[in-house]
């Protein structure tokens, strides 16, 4: 499985190194910041980011504020963590949209778990890198894509696509965002290419292409009925 990519956002510089070194350890690819702002510029700037730690208290932009900001273009999990653990600040917390809160001090070895936990449960990814939504099952190592149980013959790109799409399931996705991370930044064909590949991909994939639905003048959305 490609190496996931966590950010954690704290203004405690020792904090940040204290999980850094756990989560690194466990194989994950992380990233910093110190306070809210400069979390938003590394979310939009890197593609690919699995899940987000988050501070409550911090400079510039608190957590929630944060959170919020996150929200508006994306599911992505967010553990909040807070020194508050008065029931309030965690309605307030997930009011924003958190999956988890984790109240301060806590132990490393236990958040450590509880990201794995929410990985696995946000992408259904288990240890062999294998994907599985609603029959559909990807293979990312191997490259194989199976339908209830039957192996269906993708392009490099139809796979990349299908794989984009249950990543960022419920999702509203732009052609143009899907161009950014499917074909990457130095694609300047027509976004008409996108059209053409969902309509091969939706006809391999049979009734299960139905998932794949489209959002008119905008792009497309992965869901699960």
Avoid at 71 to 77: A, Q, T
Avoid at 140 to 149: Q, T
Avoid at 204 to 225: L, P, S
């Amino acid at each position: 499985m490609d190496k996931l990519k966590i950010l954690i956002v704290d203004d405690e510089s020792r904090m940040r190194k204290l999980v850094s070194d756990f989560l690194t350890k466990k194989g994950y690819i992380v990233l910093e910041a110190g306070d809210g702002e400069e979390a938003i510029d590394i979310f939009y700037n890197n593609k690919d980011i699995s899940l987000v730690i988050l501070d409550v208290m911090m400079p510039k932009m608190n957590g929630w504020d944060t959170c919020k900001e996150i929200r508006k273009d994306s599911k992505v999990p967010i553990i909040m963590l807070t020194a508050k653990s008065d029931e309030q600040s965690e309605l307030t917390g997930f009011d924003c949209g958190a999956d988890e809160y984790i109240s301060k001090p806590f132990s490393p070895k236990i958040l450590t778990a509880r990201v794995d936990a929410l990985i696995r449960r946000t992408y259904s990814v288990d240890s062999n890198g294998i994907t599985e939504i609603n029959g559909i099952v990807i293979d990312k190592s191997a490259h194989i894509v199976k339908i209830d149980g039957n192996e269906i013959d993708l392009s490099f790109k139809e796979f990349e696509l299908l794989t984009y799409f249950v990543e960022n399931k419920g999702i509203a996705l732009s052609r143009e965002k899907i161009l950014n991370n499917v074909w990457n930044y130095d694609y300047f064909g027509d976004a008409r290419t996108i059209d053409t590949h969902v309509k091969k991909l939706r006809k391999k994939m049979g009734e299960k292409g139905d998932c794949i639905k489209t959002i008119w003048g905008m792009g497309y959305k992965f869901e699960v009925n």
